[in-house]
């Protein structure tokens, strides 16, 4: 009879311990989970400005001169530059999944982002109010991180663009969908999820 009572007692601990360790395994998974979203949302934020930032540097070098506007065609010392930046602006984005744009002013002038109601890439269209009070009006960087452009939702960073003796004569963004940024980030939960599972079998299976 003592036997038997010992066992039972036995195995009423092993199950409370194999709870307790999954309790304590879930916690932390998920304080992993919340701390590692974290940690790439600032990786995210890193990766737009550095890319916007070397942007502006790369275009305003390119040519020498001013940035001008006229409605009709951008230029930069005089010079007509809307092919070469519009096609080197495709080809960064074909390397690195993220969408740009030069603004002269507040109205893009060269971009990546199509048009949701044409298909039409969406030069002409105008940035937000707070964008432009920020970047141009204020001289800062803007970090936004659900910003919807032509309908898609992006994480965005934004630069001023400058002439040579400083003055802002308009911006450069670069953006990541949110949709991609989300899909990746679910992609790493369920890995999470997966391994935390693994995790609780193996200690139910110890604890059997």
Known sequence: MQRKKRGSIV?????VSVIVAAIVAGVIALMGIFGIRSVYMNIIEEE???????SASEFTMMWDGDWAYDDEELT??????????FETILNIRESTQLDYTIFYGDTRVVTSIKSADTGDYAVGTTASEEVISAVINGG?????????????KYYGYYVPLKNDDGTIVGMMFAGRESSDVN???TNFMVIMTLVFAAG?????AVGV
């Open 200 to 204: 609780i079998i193996i200690l139910i």
């Open 11 to 15: 195995g009423k601990v092993v199950i």
């Open 140 to 152: 800062e960087n803007l970090y936004k991180p659900n910003i919807t452009i032509e309908g898609e």
């Open 183 to 185: 899909k990746q980030l």
């Open 76 to 85: 930069k010392g005089g010079q007509p530059v809307y092919d070469e930046y």
């Open 48 to 54: 737009l400005r550095a890319a916007t930032e070397l």
